[in-house]
């Protein structure tokens, strides 16, 4: 839920604990909410609030027909089905392309789980040929994936987003 789902929600709770009020005191004799009926002010008063409880009609309706677009690759079996999300193959990406000499950082996304296709932002260290480096992330990423999802990913691309200002060496040498 976003903190925006949050509000839209706590003020429809008000609304509805105002309007319940008012209810409770016309049913208990109180003459307010006929009053207000009944006043001069009541086609603007009136229309502020059928316009607030429409948006939040709407707001509600949208919210709960929201679906979520989490994707899964699933695996029928005999005791039922096992389902991976993305955002698990995508962490394992991460870990593998991570592994790799050479590579400082990397972002992975995890699309399609039908035809897999991955993309990975990576920043890499100045001192390797970022060709090779970059064939030797899509190779470790499609074994590595394969090995431990079951999934043969049909394409890998990989964007090389930065330079990092540390070199492997300067990493090695701490150590």
Not at 7 to 33: E, N, P, R
Not at 40 to 55: M, N, Q, R
Not at 108 to 135: I, Q, R
Not at 139 to 158: C, L, R, S
Request: charged residues 20%.
């Amino acid at each position: 839920m976003t903190p925006l789902d949050r509000v839209f929600l706590g003020i429809c709770a008000i609304v509805l604990v105002v309007l319940a009020g008012f209810i409770i005191a016309a049913v208990l004799g109180s003459a307010v909410l006929l009053e207000w009926l009944s006043s001069p002010s009541l086609g603007f008063d009136g229309s502020i609030l059928a316009i607030i409880l429409l948006l939040l009609a709407v707001y509600l309706v949208v919210v709960a027909v929201r679906f979520d677009h989490k994707k899964y690759i699933v695996y029928a079996r005999d005791l039922g089905s096992v389902r991976i999300s993305a955002e698990c193959v995508e962490s394992l990406i991460v870990e593998a392309a991570s592994q790799i000499i050479g590579v400082e950082q990397v972002r992975a996304s995890f699309s399609d789980v039908v035809d897999p296709k991955v993309t990975l932002k990576v920043t890499a260290y100045p001192d390797h040929n970022l060709g090779e480096l970059s064939e030797e992330v899509q190779e470790t990423v499609k074994a590595y994936v394969e090995k431990t999802v079951g999934v043969v990913i049909q394409e890998i691309d990989v964007f090389v987003v930065g330079i990092s200002k540390k070199t492997d060496t300067d990493l090695h040498e701490i150590a």
